[in-house]
């Protein structure tokens, strides 16, 4: 009785923080009309969110392997809200923006210590429990992008905010139902350098491809990026070899078990922001959907990605973590591939997407097993927190580099739309490409671990 | 017999080559084609375009409207994908509306920049009353073609002229209306690789127009 209802917390607070994530997405291809700002200025209200989020994955993992999963869980769930009622309150949009960095903090609590406490709390069937956290994240964030454009049109973008913040408080309020599992407490280091100078290099990525949209490179407004990324990543690095406890511990990529989890982290991340990000407005284009329906057409992939990843925590108790991580890489890359390779763009799309749902929604529980079992035991918190900034990190780098393929279009031709459309086609193979990668990354785990299971035998 | 016989073919040589010199200079399609497009005071037309890229043909149809110099104003029809979107060139503002993706993009044109009109070949040329320059910068061939091309959308068919314009890095194959020696169907070709197609599906020359098909909106 006591596990189903920490269960029903752990995914009652995840289904709402998911959607006090994506809620917001409908408003961004208005920002301009809506707050009155440039689309420059307007774009910052996505770029602090991703900021402080991975900034949040970095902290909150050590954070919770010393203070324990149930306080940090609490105070991120607070913060979000905190964060969403700032924004609905809103005198203008700079406390907009501050509302937007402080959900992202708090956001970033939500589903990494959600499957510490599933892995520590539910024995043999942690897998289940990780993969009910996972769709009922899935069903989340699809349902609040179903959600938001409409509470957006019947009222107005405070509506969006105060919704999202009565949410929030329903799921704060449940965050109290959650156990404490942390068994031994760590002395409390925070790496601050590190997270500073980490924070920073990604503000720093982000900018730099968003200059490269406009500008060349030899822009006065593009190479400081550049040039400011270098010398972060330089100065992170130096934060992190010396820190006693660094952000990211850079002696578990000593480990190529572990570096093959981030790799398929990293690759799945971009895969996964990629198709979400981009499928609407390419439902838009090759198919000639209004914004409602390509909103309403990425229920297909949701009910996949949903399905399967509640399916996979289960493949994952039975078969082994490696074996769903495959599944899922590999289902990926063929979703990727026949959105592309499909000449009927209907059934390219619905397709496509449907089997692309079904790898990304077996992603995350065994990214994260795997990840958890590879960190060592005491410090699941913290490898979970670094398994889950690899996929957030994937998910900044995709749709950055997707939104700078996408500004090299070329609208001075009587085809601009046809371009725009071969420029999804390019972002579609990149993602099919990446899936490779990831693929190759899950194939080493999964032979390591079939020679592991020979040995034992 | 014999003398007379002689007599009356000198006559009729000459005859022939008064004839024919006579028609050398009324019908010169080139020399029309500079004319009418100088001329020109407005243009409209319906038109497909099909791009030839990689094996995959894409068609789109378009009403375009031109008013010398720099006035233009393009609205698809189809497919039902590109239904709607607009194209404004006024002077030296562009503005482009998308309306599957609600986006609107406005620029401003320095002088070198390409036109999206300049996608149409020798037809964007003729509009702009440039076609002479257009033909002194390559080499022009009379070449066979069909003697005939329907307007589609007018349900006229019409008796054409072809002529192939070679330039640097491209060939025209152009085929004018013998009536008023208006280009209907352009074919431009790449490397010997046909790449784009236009075809005139009705137009008209020096009508009516209205200013406010080329007012650009507020950004």
Request: net charge negative; hydrophobic share 45%.
């Given at each position: 009785m006591r596990a189903r209802r920490v269960l029903l917390a752990l995914v009652g607070t995840n289904f709402l923080s998911a959607m006090g994530i994506t809620i917001v997405v409908p408003l961004i291809s208005n920002l301009e009309q809506i707050f009155g700002v440039s689309s420059a200025y307007g774009i910052w209200i996505i770029t602090l969110f991703m900021l402080s989020y991975a900034m949040g994955m970095a902290l909150i993992g050590r954070l919770s392997d010393a203070i324990g999963r149930r306080p940090v869980y609490i105070a991120s769930m607070g913060v979000f809200a905190l964060g969403l009622l700032i924004s609905a309150l809103a005198p203008h949009f700079g406390w907009v923006l501050f509302g937007r960095f402080l959900q992202g903090l708090g956001a970033s609590g939500s589903l990494p210590i959600a499957q510490t406490i599933a892995y520590e709390h539910f024995g043999k069937r942690k897998g289940l429990a990780m993969g009910a956290i996972t769709a009922a994240f899935g069903i989340g964030v699809v349902a609040a992008i179903n959600l938001g454009g409409g509470i957006y049109q019947a009222f107005d973008w405070r509506a969006v905010f105060y919704v999202t913040f009565a949410l929030s408080l329903l799921g704060w309020g449940l965050s109290f139902e959650i156990p404490e599992t942390l068994k031994q407490r760590k002395s409390l280091r925070l790496d601050a350098g590190g997270i500073l100078t980490f924070g920073a290099a990604i503000a720093a990525f982000m900018m730099l491809f968003r200059g490269l949209s406009e500008s060349s490179f030899a822009d006065a407004s593009v190479w400081p990026y550049a040039a400011a990324l270098v010398a972060l990543v330089g100065a992170f690095l130096v934060f992190e070899g010396r820190a006693?406890?660094?952000?990211?511990?850079?002696?578990?990529?000593?480990m190529p078990a572990f570096v093959a989890v981030i790799g398929a982290a990293v690759t799945g991340g971009i895969g996964m922001f990629v198709f979400q990000t981009f499928l609407p407005s390419f439902a838009q284009i090759?198919?000639?959907?209004t914004v409602a329906q390509a909103s309403y057409s990425i229920n297909l992939m949701a009910a996949t990605m949903v399905l399967t990843a509640g399916a996979t925590g289960a493949l994952s108790d039975r078969f082994g973590p490696e074996r769903a991580l495959t599944f899922s890489l590999a289902t990926t890359t063929l979703g990727f591939l026949l959105i592309t390779a499909i000449s009927q763009p209907t059934w390219a799309y619905y397709i496509g997407s449907a089997i692309a749902g079904a790898g990304l929604g077996s992603l995350m529980t065994p990214i994260n097993v795997i990840g958890m079992r590879e960190g060592g035991q005491g410090r699941e918190g913290f490898t979970s927190g670094i398994v889950s900034l690899s996929r957030t990190l994937g998910g900044i780098l995709g749709p950055t580099i997707a939104g700078f393929v996408l500004s090299q279009?070329?609208?001075?031709?009587?085809f601009a739309l046809d371009n725009l459309l071969r420029a999804y086609f390019r972002i579609y193979r990149f993602g099919m490409w990446v899936g490779v990668v990831g693929f190759g990354f899950a194939m080493i785990l999964l032979i390591r671990s079939l020679r592991k299971t020979g040995v034992q035998r | 017999m014999m003398q007379s016989i002689r007599r009356f073919s000198g006559v009729m040589l000459l005859v022939m080559a008064f004839v024919t010199s006579g028609l050398g200079q009324t019908y010169d399609p080139m020399e029309v084609v500079c004319t009418m497009s100088q001329n020109l005071t407005a243009y409209s037309a319906t038109i497909r375009m099909i791009q030839h890229r990689g094996g995959n043909d894409s068609v789109i149809e378009f009403a375009f409207d031109f008013v010398p110099p720099d006035r233009m104003r393009i609205v698809y029809t189809a497919p039902a994908t590109v239904e709607g979107q607009t194209i404004i060139l006024n002077a030296d503002r562009f503005y482009t509306y998308i309306p599957s993706l609600h986006r609107s993009v406005w620029k401003q044109v320095g002088e070198d920049a390409s036109n999206p009109?300049?996608?149409?070949g020798f037809l964007f040329d003729f509009v702009t009353g440039t076609a002479s320059e257009a033909l002194s910068q390559g080499v022009v061939d009379v070449v066979e073609s069909p003697e005939t091309f329907v307007l589609e959308r007018a349900g006229v068919t019409l008796d054409v002229d072809a002529f192939a314009l070679e330039l640097d890095e491209e060939r025209q194959l152009v085929s004018l209306n013998?009536?008023?020696?208006?280009?209907v169907a352009i074919s431009i070709y790449s490397s010997e690789s046909l790449v784009m197609e236009i075809h005139v599906l009705e137009y008209r020359i020096n009508g009516d127009f209205d200013e406010a098909w080329f007012a650009i909106p507020e950004e």
């Open positions: 006693k406890a660094p952000a990211i511990d850079l002696d578990l990529f000593k090759s198919l000639g959907y279009t070329d609208f001075s031709s009587l | 009109g300049e996608d149409m013998v009536l008023d020696a208006a280009p």
